[in-house]
């Protein structure tokens, strides 16, 4: 008899992370075999836990901070987009013990963006990006893809910025931080993924002023849903986009492979996450 399939979400610390109740939603949604549970796993752990998940019936895993980079050098084979990215966010187990790497938080920035502003057109103008940190390299990745002529990019730490420019190309502008206001006026699309605006960290305080109504907004902070830039866009007219979605949707690949059916990112689903 085959055994019902495993999966995990490891990372450290690891007790905050939706994942269980996502894919523990879609397992009973879909009425699928298997289970799925979260795991802490401290740094010096981590080879020996991916090495023996796989005899324990395990056939993937999400990661999360601190082990989305370090675990690409235990995996056997790594897409593009991983390796462009430089991290790595769902990992399926071959049945031989064979890691394969892949990152899903590009994929799941855009598909949240395109669900919740269908009218968005990713080559219509500049998307402009706050922050240079580990999630800004997946979601420019993600806006180069879709076509994004220019990404205007400004981070507090302009060497950031400017390193990612140095990895991701021309189609690059920075501007710097306190610039960053001026800038917008160019935007098709705006994007916060620096952790201002989230519960217990520092306020948005970059200028809106400059901002049109034409200009989609999203950030990727989801705690609060309705972070205080998103309260303001919506409030110039601007359609906004929250972060949950990039959540939900960077699930979906891993669910697909492991549990062998593709779910729907939908109302039904935001809710049994948020319950
Ligand atoms: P990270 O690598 O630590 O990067 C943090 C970013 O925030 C950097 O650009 C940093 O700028 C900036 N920042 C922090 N404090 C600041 C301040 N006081 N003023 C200006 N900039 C500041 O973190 P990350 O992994 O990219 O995650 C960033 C946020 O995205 C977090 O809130 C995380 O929860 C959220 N996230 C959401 C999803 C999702 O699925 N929705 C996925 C991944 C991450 P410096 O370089 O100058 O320090």
């Not at 009425?31 to 799925?36: I, K, R, S």
């Not at 998307?127 to 893809?145: C, N, S, W």
């Not at 206001?181 to 620096?194: E, S």
């Not at 549990?259 to 049994?272: C, I, L």
């Amino acid at each position: 008899m085959t055994k019902s399939p495993r999966a995990c979400v490891i990372g450290n610390p690891i007790s905050h992370s939706l994942s269980p109740k996502l894919h523990g939603y879609w397992l009973k949604r879909y009425d699928l075999p298997g289970e799925y549970t979260s795991l802490q796993v401290a740094e010096a752990d981590l080879e020996n836990v991916l090495r023996t998940l796989p005899e324990q019936g395990f056939v993937g895993v999400n990661v999360t901070i601190p082990h989305k980079v370090d675990v690409l050098q235990y995996a056997d084979q790594i897409t593009d987009r991983a390796t462009l990215i430089g991290a790595a966010n769902t990992l399926t187990f071959k049945e031989d013990g064979r890691i394969f790497a892949d990152n899903t938080d590009g994929y799941g920035f855009i598909s949240n963006l395109r669900q919740g502003a269908p009218d968005w057109n990713p080559k219509s103008g500049p998307a402009m990006v706050f922050g240079a940190g580990g999630a800004a390299r997946a979601v420019i990745v993600a806006l180069a893809d879709a076509g994004a002529p220019e990404i205007i990019l400004t981070n507090r730490t302009r060497a950031k910025a400017e390193a990612l420019r140095a990895d991701f190309g021309a189609r690059i502008r920075v501007v710097d931080w306190v610039q960053a206001g001026t800038a917008l006026k160019d935007a098709g699309v705006l994007v916060n993924t620096t952790s201002l605006g989230m519960k217990g960290a520092a306020d948005f305080k970059v200028s809106l002023d400059e901002l049109r109504p034409e200009t989609v907004v999203t950030d990727i902070v989801y705690n609060p849903l309705r972070t205080p830039l998103l309260t303001t866009a919506e409030k110039l007219g601007c359609t906004t986009v929250d972060g949950l979605g990039m959540l939900l949707h960077q699930g979906v690949p891993g669910f697909e492979r492991w549990f062998g059916k593709r779910p729907e990112v939908d109302e039904d689903t935001r809710q049994a996450v948020l319950a």
